[in-house]
Antibody, heavy 131, light 110 residues
Framework: QVQLVQSGAEVKKPGASVKVSCQAS????????LNWVRQAPGQGLEWMGW????????NFAQKFQGWVTMTRDTAISTAYMEVRRLKSDDTAVYYC????????????????????????WGQGTMVTVSS | QSVLTQPPSASGTPGQRVTISCSGR????????VNWYQQLPGTAPKLLIY???LRPSGVPDRFSGSKSGTSASLAISGLQSEDEADYYC???????????FGTGTKVTVL
């Protein structure tokens, strides 16, 4: 079935980096946007950004620009999200989530943006930042 | 912080109808469609409503969504114990060039 499977829990010290993986199965990774969302303990959902797995293009929420990177390895249908310079308030569950199907707009020479919701979610990866 | 505002809690007895509001701005709900997510305790969110009022396959028709201007709402009719969860609205925001979630509403079945 269609699913996203994420890597396991991580414990990191402040200042370190963490890289979370998200493997797609049951569909072709490069056919859909892939988003990342995090949730701090007891808090709400926070969108971090997306990657276009076909082109590698990314877009981040302003607060994550410069210290979060999103990449992919299409050969193994896997997307990655790396957070650098971890702080204690980065402790959260990190989710990957499938977005809209990628549609090429030949008139503009770009991919159409996302307009809908996230229909498939990974199980989440708990990242704990503690000294 | 969240750009979309929801009441922190809502409750009802089994069989009742519960409504959750979601207030936004012209740059998000005013221009784009609204999605709703259900998050059961300890699990990943699940898409409940998309494009304001459409249900993905498998979502019971007890759940319905609507939108008017810069606000949206989710209604749960015939409330059941398994509906006890956190509910989040969300929409794309043209000014922020990103996706914004609501503050979340915890639904309790009394």
């Amino acid at each position: 079935q269609v699913q996203l499977v994420q890597s396991g829990a991580e414990v990191k010290k402040p200042g370190a980096s963490v890289k979370v993986s998200c493997q797609a199965s049951g569909y072709t990774l490069i056919d859909f946007y892939l988003n990342w969302v995090r949730q701090a303990p007891g808090q709400g959902l926070e969108w971090m950004g997306w990657i276009n797995p076909n082109s590698g293009d990314t877009n981040f929420a302003q607060k994550f620009q410069g210290w979060v990177t999103m990449t992919r390895d299409t050969a193994i249908s896997t997307a990655y999200m790396e957070v650098r310079r971890l702080k204690s308030d980065d402790t959260a569950v990190y989710y990957c989530a499938r977005g809209d199907a990628l549609r090429w707009n030949s008139a503009s020479g770009t991919y159409s943006g996302q307009t809908e919701g996230f229909d498939i979610w990974g199980q989440g990866t708990m990242v704990t930042v503690s000294s | 912080q969240s750009v979309l505002t929801q009441p922190p809690s809502a409750s009802g007895t089994p069989g009742q109808r519960v409504t959750i509001s979601c207030s936004g701005r012209s740059s998000n709900i005013g221009k784009n469609t609204v999605n709703w997510y259900q998050q059961l305790p300890g699990t990943a969110p699940k898409l409940l409503i998309y494009s304001n009022n459409l249900r993905p396959s498998g979502v019971p028709d007890r759940f319905s969504g609507s939108k008017s201007g810069t606000s949206a709402s989710l209604a749960i009719s015939g409330l059941q114990s398994e509906d006890e969860a956190d509910y989040y609205c969300a929409a794309w925001d043209d000014s922020l060039n990103g996706y914004v979630f609501g503050t979340g509403t915890k639904v309790t079945v009394l």
